[in-house]
């Protein structure tokens, strides 16, 4: 149990589990050696599923507070795994099994979980989890490598990893050979690190050696190294090294009033490495997936897209007062939106509007667009959104906004 | 064999309560699931019993409009096997939904479909990362 006073325990029904000793499976002994040969279990089902459950890995989960651990749970990975966890208003039921199969406690838990899940509406996702963060990396060089070495090809393993996290880095002959070894040469660059370029799931994983940041001497997750780039640019509002560090780690911050900006957040401000290694404000949503061409304050109408694999969703926010049309209007130019050829998707049919009677959007819209993978070269999606903005007298020339996703 | 929790040695909840009435959430419960199966029927029939409402709606075909008037939207699915590739398939289409569809919805993620959707979405919660 990560949290045994979560809420999941207090309630609303009483759970009163029976701890059982349980021989301690061999594969959490490799992430806790002083674990014992027993551990304390309680039974959720009473047969075990043909089906896989779920558990996330613990490295890196908690950097913000928009997630949060609550269970563990016997499984093929490590004992601090979470089984049950929360991230913003999801959570996760990791055991599986069919509910005729539950305990009574199991019953009584999965209840509290649902309780508890509902409690959560409006709760934001903050940071994704899209790269290796260093804890990641250090259960790497901790765990997985004294795994490979126990194995006579566990240097080719390991080779391997390293290309994996450290793309084109030079790996030192005695790196290959102990974990000791590795970590102490990995310390060495850690504070330094930022995701490296890389293709497909291997971009996940894919970290470098940030060469400015070396140079400015300051790990990029400290405070300090916000201090320094301030520091910098009050001297010299022109400075190149503070200006490229604070584009890259600092991408919110506005660059001409970045003291001031940075006083006034300084509380709020979090480091995420599993969400890009960024500096960014509590309470944000995760930076957007799409990058548009141009913003223009003045336009009444904002756009901004999402995807799954299968479709990507087009929002349009339209300000109080204004309105702009849809396919069945009779009146006016219809929003229209189309893929571009440089993209690794292409549409798998038209869009899919929710008209009201009047063909008259106004608030907001979202227009879904099923899509279909044209090669497995890149994640690219590029969009045009076309739409005409009237109030009750007046309408603006047509306006087009390009929409580009390139992770 | 029982799946069983990691559990520290120290009471978590005390009192002797047995589950004889059905305990009833007063929550609106939407399943989102695998449609004519034997796992559905239990999942179904349990939340029936333990919850004010339950509706469903199979997962390929679950759209925002689904949640009105809803207090928690349970995501579960069976997988089906695993392909040439060694990848674990699930029984029915993913859930077509977006991060910003979700954003701040109750959402349980149960099964192989609460694992995928977690990926899609680059969720913490993510299967892959475990």
Redesign the interface.
Known sequence: VLQPRHAVFQGPFPVEPRLEKTPTPANFKKYDPSLGDTIDTFGIYTKKSPEPGLVTSHFGFEEVPDAEMILGGINMKGPKFPAVARHGSFVMWGFHGSADDLTETGKRLFLNVIAFTAAQRGKRVETLREFQSRADVEAYFDIYTAMYLEDKSGAKHIQSGMELHFPGMKVPEAVLASGKEAKTWYREFAPFLRPAAAAGYRAAYALEIDAECKQLGIGNDKLEFLDAIAGRLAKDASDGLATSLLRRYCPDAPAGAFGPWLRKNRGNLYFTETGGYLWRVRGSDPPPRFRADSTDADDPVSVTADMTDKSVVVELTIRPGWHVYSPQSKEGDPVQISISENSNFSAAGGPLFEDDVHGKWTDSVRIRVPLKRKNYDGERLEIAVSYTVCDASTCRPRQTIHLTKTQ | ??????????P????????QAP?R?P?R?LYAGNAGT??TK??M???SE??AKVTFVESRKLT?RDFKDI??L?VDG??ETHDAQGQ?QLKSE?I?????????????????Q??FL?D????????R??
Not at chain 2, 1 to 10: E, H, S
Not at chain 2, 12 to 19: R, T
Not at chain 2, 96 to 112: A, R
């Open positions: 064999m029982v799946m069983k929790l990691l559990a520290l040695p120290i978590l909840v005390l009192g002797a309560h047995s589950m305990e959430l929550l419960v034997e796992y239990a999942a029939g349990f939340l333990h919850a925002t207090d928690v349970i069976e997988v674990l993913k077509n939904l977006t991060l910003s569809e979700l954003q701040g919805m109750p959402t349980l993620l149960m099964g192989g609460g694992g977690a899609d979405l680059k969720l913490k919660l993510s299967w990362h475990g």
